[in-house]
């Protein structure tokens, strides 16, 4: 047993696409939250789990900050929201860009309304040359004056996050353990298997494609030899995307459900049987019924 005393409640936010579920997998050492170079990959709040010394950090990876068009984006954003209440401390990650944008000024606004301790994360500078910070960190000090905290960082290299866990660590009060050792997150198996098939369709097809697809994962067993069954529904919002999922003579989505399982049988530790299909919901983020039947709900 970890002889943990602190705890630490800890929210990563910023706008879409910036690296937050890269930082929390870097920060948690493991792959928790799936990532893309797409916009909005993540659309449930996630925590990553972290012990360090006496310490446990709990991280919550939310959603990108954006407009909202439709009720699943509606959710989203209520998550990202409502996540910076009742925390030690919020991660605000920004890009090495010398402006600051709407989504940080909202973000911004709402750390300050709930008086919550703030470290500034600029991400990705092994993208951009050192003095080219300098206008970054300019740019947001202009703005506000009451960052904790300023950390350059790359999620990627790794550049900068042990002294992000060390600012963490003053924002730390006493309690007991939150979570046993060797957990990492608190996502169950099944919304992990879930969340790597929707990695995977983001990854292989184009367009707004994969922001239109859900994955309900339908069953998940394990027998007793250890091999795990899992069987998945794809949702798509039309007709013609179902087609461009399955593929010719079913090639993309056998490749989707490959890549997939074979992230699936890393996680899991064993085999696994993924059998899946595409079902079509139509203009299923539009309807507030069928987002929170797709498990996209508060709770």
Not at 152 to 175: C, I, Q, V
Not at 192 to 200: H, P
Not at 270 to 275: R, Y
Request: glycine fraction near 8%; charged fraction near 25%; include cysteine.
């Amino acid at each position: 047993m970890s002889n943990i005393t602190k705890t630490a409640m800890v929210t990563v936010c910023g706008r879409p696409n910036v690296g937050k579920s890269s930082l929390t997998n870097a920060l948690v050492g493991e792959k928790i939250a799936i990532v893309s170079n797409k916009a909005q990959t993540t659309r449930n709040r996630i925590c990553g789990i972290v012990n360090r010394d006496n310490t446990q950090f709990v991280l919550m990876d939310t959603p990108g900050l954006h407009k909202s068009k439709t009720a699943l984006g509606d959710y989203m954003v209520r998550i990202v929201t409502s996540s910076l209440s009742d925390v030690d401390c919020a991660l605000l990650l920004v890009e090495p860009i010398a402006h600051v944008g709407g989504p940080e000024e909202a973000l911004i606004t709402r750390i300050r309304e709930e008086k919550i301790p703030c470290i500034l994360c600029i991400n990705k500078i092994d993208t951009v040359k050192p003095d080219e910070l300098l206008p970054v960190i300019a740019a947001y000090n202009e703005y506000w004056s009451g960052f904790d905290a300023l950390i350059p960082l790359s999620a990627h290299t790794g550049d900068g996050l042990g002294e992000l866990l060390r600012e963490m660590e003053k924002f730390a009060s006493d309690g007991p353990q939150l979570f046993p050792d060797g957990q990492t997150s608190d996502q169950p198996e099944q919304q992990v298997m879930g969340e790597l098939l929707r990695e995977k369709l983001l990854m292989c097809l184009d367009k707004e494609i994969p922001h239109g697809t859900a994955v309900e994962i339908t069953k998940f067993s394990e027998r007793d030899s250890g091999v795990v069954d899992v069987d998945a529904t794809i949702y798509c919002e039309k007709a013609s995307h179902k087609g461009i999922i399955i593929g010719k003579q079913g090639a993309m989505l056998k490749k989707i459900s490959t890549l997939a399982r074979q992230d699936m049988e890393k996680f899991m530790g064993t085999k696994v049987f993924l059998t899946t299909w595409v079902k079509v919901k139509e203009n299923w983020r539009e309807n507030p019924n069928l987002v929170h039947n797709l498990g996209y709900r508060e709770e």
